[in-house]
């Protein structure tokens, strides 16, 4: 028994967030199921991104890589999951959408163990979201979604040791038929419905997805945080703007 | 190691030769949250499980042991000690109310942050004519993690801890106070 206690001990510590550089313009609800970033002034668009965190990171580490999307009007929920595992909590994203009447659509993503949770959301309710977006993360096998309608991103860093470039390209089978893109002007000026768009990051690794500092078994990145963080918003941007998200 | 099997084996000396009836128990727990530091909010924040040694004292059981637990922060580890009132018994049953605290760590890689929490449970158990019993309790739970500040909103939350397990008497007193 004291085993298992260590174990389990040893096994379930989170990655605390680093000190956030809040921007301003961005409204936060923090509730115990959810962090929502809101926009404080102009436009609020109808379409909302539900986030799922990475295996045993704390929820608040994506509020910088988040809140730029805030600010430009769209709604950014964070969800909170037990244990910081959000495959203990599959298809919580679901029923957190009704807290958030003004939102008309939404795309569901995740870093990590969080993006894995986000495909088989789809896979079991593929009406409920437009879109997927990937961060370091790739559908495992445990839902194919390669005949899904919806459109998905999947950006990855090339300094990724945990969620590997290759384990991405082995697992393309199961998402929408895809296109890789290197620059943000080759991103699709149209709908991408039943697509993914695939860009690695180059320099980037896997913990830089959020702020957490250095992951265990990840790879060193050659770029800043804020720079690969500026580049995810900047591709999730374009992506919307493809898609007519807003 | 001499040392390391020193200490076990006075700790058997100590609980065989004890004549106080002792038990230990494992409670898987489940926590329904209904209030945070913002205000009421239902959540469900998990579970958890305790292991629980028990002494008779007095009229009741001191109670003492480590759980782990999931909540709003994440996970902790906490060390418990308590105080178990009987107010019925009867037969094979027997109803009680425990008051814990509880001390621990939420558990973080780069640093582990202080927790505490207090609690009141009802409990009813059933004990066996052998040396086992079961037990069920549902109570209430303050826990609090101060430092939590640093890097959110909730450090403070009010649950409604369920708890059912099973325990067995470690020596043969069994009975004595229940």
């Known amino acids: ?246 | 190691m001499k040392s390391y099997r020193i200490v076990i084996g006075l700790l058997f000396f100590v609980l065989s030769t004890n004549t106080k009836a002792q038990q230990l128990s494992l409670k898987p727990l489940s926590f329904l949250g209904v209030a945070t530091n913002l205000g009421g909010e239902y959540a469900y924040n998990g579970g958890g499980f305790e292991l629980a040694y028990q002494q008779d004292v007095w009229k009741g059981r001191v109670l003492g042991g480590l759980e782990y637990r999931m909540v709003t922060w994440g996970n902790e580890l906490g060390i418990n000690l308590g105080y178990n009132m009987p107010f019925w018994t009867k037969g094979q049953w027997r109803a009680s109310v425990s008051a814990q605290a509880q001390i621990g760590w939420a558990l973080f890689y780069q640093k582990s942050l202080l927790i505490w929490g207090i609690e009141c449970v009802p409990e009813i158990e059933w004990h066996s004519n052998k040396a086992f019993f079961a037990t069920i309790g549902f109570g209430i739970r303050y826990s609090n993690c101060p430092a939590y500040e640093n890097y959110g909103a909730i450090t403070s939350v009010i649950d409604l801890p369920i708890k059912i397990g099973l325990g067995f008497y470690l020596n043969n007193k069994k009975r004595q106070n229940r």
């Open chain 1, 1 to 246: 028994m004291v085993g298992i206690l260590i174990l389990l001990v040893v096994n379930s510590c989170s990655y605390l967030p680093e000190e956030v550089d809040w921007i301003n313009g961005v409204q936060v609800d923090e509730r115990s199921n959810y962090i929502s970033l809101k926009p404080t002034t102009g436009t609020r668009f109808k379409t909302g991104l539900l986030f799922y965190p990475g295996g045993l990171v704390d929820p608040h580490a994506y509020i910088p890589s988040l809140q730029g999307l805030a600010v430009e009007g769209y709604t950014i929920v964070i969800l909170k999951v037990s244990a910081n595992l959000a495959i203990t909590n599959r298809n919580k994203a679901a029923s957190y959408k009704v807290h958030f009447p003004e939102v008309e659509q939404w795309v569901l993503a995740g870093h990590s163990l969080g993006g894995v949770v986000s495909c088989m959301d789809i896979y079991d309710n593929p009406s409920e979201y437009v879109g997927a977006i990937l961060m370091a993360s790739y559908n495992d096998g445990s839902a194919d979604l390669s005949d899904w309608d919806g459109a998905v991103l999947s950006l990855f860093g090339s300094e990724d040791r945990l969620a590997t470039v290759e384990s991405i390209r082995a697992n393309e089978d199961l998402l929408p038929r895809g296109i890789n893109i290197e620059r943000l002007v080759d991103m699709p000026t149209s709908p991408t419905g039943g697509q993914t768009i695939y860009h690695q990051i180059d320099g980037g690794n896997h913990a830089q997805f959020g702020s957490y500092g250095a992951q265990s078994e990840d790879g060193t990145a050659s770029i800043t945080r804020a720079a690969q963080q500026t580049a995810i918003v900047n591709y999730i941007r374009s992506f919307f703007n493809a898609n007519d998200w807003s």
